[in-house]
C-alpha cells in the first residue's frame, strides 16, 4: 500500500496505478456510491485514504473472481449477506463458461483439422466408408490443389460438422448416384431428355455435400471427369465411356440453360 496517511491521500491517478484500475472505473464507483473518496481538494479533486484503498482492494478482489457491482455492494454493506453462497454461485457460473468455452475451443480445432485435411476421420474410418480404393493422401492432395480456394473452404466448413455417419450416408448418395448414372447410359438415355436432365440436378444435389455446384462449374467437372485419368477410370470403371457420357449430359443440360459448354468456366 502507498505510503500516505488519512491527511494526505492520493489522487484517482496515483490509486488507479496503483491498483491497476481505470480512472473512468473509479470515476463511475464513486458515482454510485460503491466506493466514493473520503477526502477532496480545494479545487475539488478527489483524494482517497488509507480505509478507502482498502475498501477498494476488496472491490477489486472481488470484481476479479467475476461478481458484478451489486454483488460486490452486498458483500461489503449487507451484514446478511450470505458471502459463501454468492461466491459458490459465482463459481457454478464460472464453470458453465469454463465448459462453454471448452467447447467452444473443440471446435474451433475441428474447425482448423478441417481446413488442414478435411474430413475428420481415422484412415480406417476412410477406408471403411469410401471403400478400399480410397487414397486417404487425396485429401491433402485437393487441399494443396485447392487450399485457397471458396469452394474448399465450405469444404472444410462442412466437414467440420460431420462424423463417420454424416459421411457414411454422403458416400451412400455418391454410391447411389454412380449406379444411376451406370443404369441410365445401359438405357440409351439420350443427353438433353427429361431423365437425363433430372440425373444432372441429382449431381449437383449430390455435390453440394461437398460445395455448391453451379451449372457452370458442373460443365467443368463433366470435362475433368473425361479428361482426368483418375476420375475417368472411375467412372470408365462403371461403365465403360460413361465419363465422357456423363459430359454430354451436362453439356446439353447446361446449353437448355443457356450456358454454351465451351465457353463454361469455374465460377
Known amino acids: ?86 461466491l459458490r454461485a459465482q463459481r457454478t457460473q464460472v464453470a458453465e463458461r469454463i465448459d462453454r468455452l471448452q467447447r467452444l475451443m473443440s471446435g474451433v480445432d475441428r474447425m482448423i483439422d478441417a481446413h488442414e485435411r478435411g474430413p475428420l476421420l481415422t484412415v480406417e474410418q476412410q477406408a471403411a466408408i469410401f471403400g478400399h480404393a480410397w487414397n486417404p493422401d487425396w485429401p491433402a492432395e485437393a487441399r494443396q490443389r485447392y487450399g485457397d480456394t471458396t469452394q474448399w473452404r465450405r469444404y472444410a466448413e462442412l466437414s467440420a460438422s460431420r462424423g463417420p455417419e454424416e459421411w457414411q450416408a454422403v458416400a451412400e448418395a455418391v454410391a447411389g448416384l454412380d449406379r444411376a448414372l451406370g443404369e441410365a447410359m445401359d438405357a440409351d438415355v439420350a443427353p438433353g431428355s427429361p431423365e437425363a436432365d433430372r440425373l444432372v440436378e441429382r449431381h449437383r444435389e449430390v455435390f453440394a455435400s461437398y460445395f455448391p455446384l453451379t451449372r457452370e462449374m458442373q460443365v467443368c467437372l463433366g470435362r475433368m471427369y473425361e479428361a482426368d485419368p483418375g476420375f475417368a477410370a472411375h467412372y470408365d470403371g462403371i461403365r465403360p465411356g460413361l465419363a465422357t457420357w456423363f459430359r454430354r449430359i451436362t453439356d446439353a443440360s447446361a446449353r437448355a440453360h443457356g450456358i454454351d459448354p465451351d465457353t463454361a468456366t469455374w465460377r
Open 1 to 86: 500500500m502507498p505510503d500516505t496517511t488519512d491527511a494526505d491521500g492520493l489522487t484517482v491517478g496515483q490509486v488507479s496505478a496503483y491498483l491497476g484500475v481505470t480512472v473512468r472505473a473509479l470515476h463511475h464507483w464513486d458515482e454510485i456510491g460503491l466506493a466514493r473518496p473520503s477526502l477532496r481538494t480545494a479545487a475539488g479533486y478527489r483524494l482517497y485514504t488509507r480505509g478507502d484503498l482498502e475498501r477498494l482492494h476488496r472491490i477489486v478482489a472481488y470484481r476479479e473472481v467475476g461478481l458484478g457491482l451489486d454483488g460486490i455492494r452486498a458483500v461489503l454493506d449487507d451484514t446478511t449477506a450470505d458471502v459463501t453462497g454468492a
